[in-house]
């Protein structure tokens, strides 16, 4: 079986230019994840590599399936300058270890919570998983291996992910798009959910 890593990381210099950081974090248990950095403008991304490596698989299967199963990676996008977003590194790599140190399966729709600021002074705690293909397209493997998907993350404050729970992530992103909130910006305030 190929190691699909690399391909993942080539996959992301073709939509996201050259990393100008990178750093690795190792949990007791689970493989490596890396967080890499890319700058845009005034856009900062950080994306994961490591999380494709294996399928998540279903937490009630009674064997992991070694082949079969979603693969992932997690994109976040912040503007630059406006707070010490370098930080997000580890909480990054937490997530992205989440489908083997838990067995969960993340997929769009999903929250995520680190259960303490994604960077210093930071109003988000979790993050809002939503639809891939816009920012990374796709990345298709041989047959049986299912392609790995880029999933971008939306940061919620507590609120909106108090509010996400009982409405639906469909209805928080409406709520998002119709106060024209700017989700890159890493000190925004919670949108109203009145």
Known sequence: MADVLPLVEARLRTALG????????????????????????????YATLG??????????????????????????????????????????????????????VVAPGASLDVGE??????????VLVAEPGGLVEDLELDAPLDPVRFLPLLPMTPNEAA???????QALQERWL??????????RTSVPLE
Do not use: C
């Not at 509010?163 to 992530?169: L, N, P, T, Y």
């Not at 119709?178 to 000190?187: E, F, H, I, K, M």
């Open 18 to 45: 050259e990393p100008d950081a990178r750093a690795a974090v190792t949990f007791l248990g689970t493989d490596r994840i890396e967080v890499l950095r890319f700058h845009e403008g005034d856009i900062v991304r």
């Open 51 to 104: 999380m494709s490596a294996q399928p998540m698989t279903d937490p009630t299967a009674v064997v992991a399936d070694p082949v079969k199963g979603p693969r992932a990676e997690l994109v976040l996008s912040v503007r630059a300058g406006l707070a010490d977003t370098d930080k997000v590194l580890r909480p990054l790599a937490v997530l992205a270890a989440s489908p083997q140190v838990e067995g969960v």
């Open 117 to 126: 600021p994604l960077w210093p002074g930071a109003p988000f705690t979790s």
């Open 163 to 169: 509010w996400k729970r009982v409405h639906g992530a």
């Open 178 to 187: 119709t106060q024209g909130t700017d989700l890159r910006d890493p000190a």
